[in-house]
């Protein structure tokens, strides 16, 4: 290794530091902890710059005239576990680090394990853990100085950085002119802007900025008045209230995801707010009743909507119907011809609805609808008795599954021979279709069978090209039997199976 040269070793360090590696809350995948290992405030599991440093006399000296190596900076801890020397000690190490290396981009992670929640409700720390975020104000201020470096950023920060009021002064930066990615989670206590005060996060400049994700108490992040939209923005997510300038920054580019919304603002007095996002993602918690989802439907006017999905995580096996007459409402408003991909999962309408809503959406080229009675329970239970007998009882209740014989026959590529209440659904380019069954019942079946037979005949219809199909019982007899053979059709029986393949599409989209 001491016969090296300098440039070598240099390399070699760069791919040892893992300089590359994403800039993700490694403890953390959006607001949930995945991950309760503690580590260090300063220290890093993976091999650091200033650990290589450390070694001898000559590594040392490389690494002092190589400030790439000083470019990635991470912090990772508890707030609970901090103390005055660490403090000071992540004060100094933040200086060094940002002196090291010199003007050159940075990539930041700075995570506290504690300040996130192990659901999806965001957690109100306490007043000794406040206190010892106050205690870094400093250090976020060394960093906040150096915005006009920030490439990827990562970081947790406390509520009160960005004034308890829209006026106040924060020391937030206001202007990223190379920065890329992204995340800010915010974390607080009961007096501050999750439970009364609006809190706000300004971006005045951020030309090359493509992914901004949102997480944990309630933020308005906007820009200045009438600057339109983030025109390089590809990716947003944002959770908690939804502010009218937060959704503005969305533009023609952006895949837009509203995770777990509790509520919405009406500034101006406007009863819709209009977004540029091509697609539009709703991840609704099983807490929140009807009106959340109804809410924001109402809330929303997408002119550029080419792709949509609703997923209602729901934990038990309680129904809420979908608010169907609201979602019928947008998309009417909203760019509904151009919309190709349309994703309902755990959800709960009857048949006539669902088919209603499909109605509206002729280039539909992907779909996925999965029903809330079943497969959007956590747990693969479909073999515990108690269950099933639960299941059985939910379906004797319902007078017009949503999954139904008469559903499918309206899907038929010629419904003539198969008279029902419903005209024909076309969707003549329907291509990919995934289907979440609830009560995959012999009627079910039947009409399952006759839609897929009758849209696989490419003398006729040939646009379908793939089905993934989930039920708890397949009965491979009558109709069933050796139709994955005769068509391309992918039979699972897993809850998290059927949900993993959702959005990883196999035919390629046209947009």
């Not at 990635?72 to 103390?83: F, K, P, W």
Request: include cysteine.
């Amino acid at each position: 290794m001491h016969q090296l040269p300098a440039e070598l070793l240099e390399e070699v360090f760069s791919n040892c530091c893992d300089l590359s590696r994403p800039t993700n809350f490694r403890g953390a995948s959006g607001n949930h902890v995945q991950d309760s290992r503690a580590a260090t405030l300063n220290g890093m599991n993976e091999l650091s710059a200033l650990a290589v440093s450390h070694v001898c006399t000559r590594w040392r000296e490389i690494l002092l005239f190589s400030p790439k190596l000083w470019s990635r900076v991470e912090i990772h801890g508890r707030l609970e576990d901090l103390t005055d020397t660490q403090v000071l000690s992540t004060l100094s190490l933040t200086k060094l680090y940002l002196e090291r290396s010199k003007q050159l981009p940075l990539d930041i992670v700075i995570e506290f394990l504690d300040t996130f929640p192990m659901d999806h409700e965001p957690i109100c720390i306490s007043d000794s853990q406040y206190e010892k975020a106050r205690a870094l104000l400093p250090m976020y201020k060394l960093f906040f100085a150096e915005a006009h470096r920030w490439r990827n950023v990562s970081i947790s920060v406390y509520c009160e950085l960005f004034g308890r009021r829209f006026w106040d002064d924060s020391p937030w930066p206001d202007k990223f002119p190379i920065l890329q990615h992204l995340t800010i989670h915010v974390y607080g206590d009961g007096d501050d802007g999750s439970v009364g005060f609006q809190t706000s996060l300004r971006i005045l400049e951020a030309p090359l900025l493509q992914t901004l994700i949102h997480v944990g108490h309630d933020v308005t992040i906007f820009t200045e008045d009438d600057a339109g939209p983030l025109q390089s923005l590809c990716t947003a997510s944002f959770t908690g209230c939804l502010h009218e300038p937060t959704l503005l920054l969305a533009g023609p580019l952006t895949d837009l995801t509203l995770d777990n919304i509790n509520g919405f603002t009406y500034p101006g007095g406007h009863t819709t707010t209009s977004c540029l996002a091509k697609a539009v993602h709703i991840i609704v918690m099983e807490r929140h009743e009807n009106w959340i989802v109804s809410g924001i439907f109402d809330y929303l006017s997408l002119s550029n909507l080419t792709k949509f999905s609703l997923d209602a995580v729901v934990l038990t096996g309680s129904l809420v119907a979908f608010p169907c007459d609201e979602f019928m409402s947008l998309l009417n408003r909203s760019s509904r011809l151009s919309v190709t991909q349309l994703s309902l999962i755990s959800v709960f309408m009857p048949d006539r609805e669902l088919h209603s809503i499909l109605s509206l959406l002729p280039s539909l080229t992907h779909l996925a609808v999965g029903e809330a009675t079943f497969h959007s329970r956590l747990q693969d239970d479909e073999d515990d008795e108690d269950y099933l007998a639960w299941l059985e009882e939910v379906y004797e209740q319902e007078e017009t599954p949503m999954l139904s014989k008469a559903f499918f026959h309206s899907l038929s590529h010629s419904n003539s021979s198969h008279p029902t209440a419903f005209s024909a659904l076309l969707l003549s380019n329907l291509m990919e279709l995934h289907i979440g069954f609830g009560n995959f019942n012999r009627d079910v079946q039947s009409g399952f069978v006759d839609m897929v037979r009758s849209r696989w005949d490419e003398a006729r219809f040939g646009a379908l090209k793939y089905i993934r199909a989930k039920a708890h019982a397949i009965r491979k007899d009558d109709g069933i039997l050796g139709l994955d053979e005769e068509v391309n059709i992918e039979w699972v029986t897993s809850s998290t199976e059927w949900r993993a393949g959702l959005g990883d599409w196999k035919i390629a989209a046209t947009n």
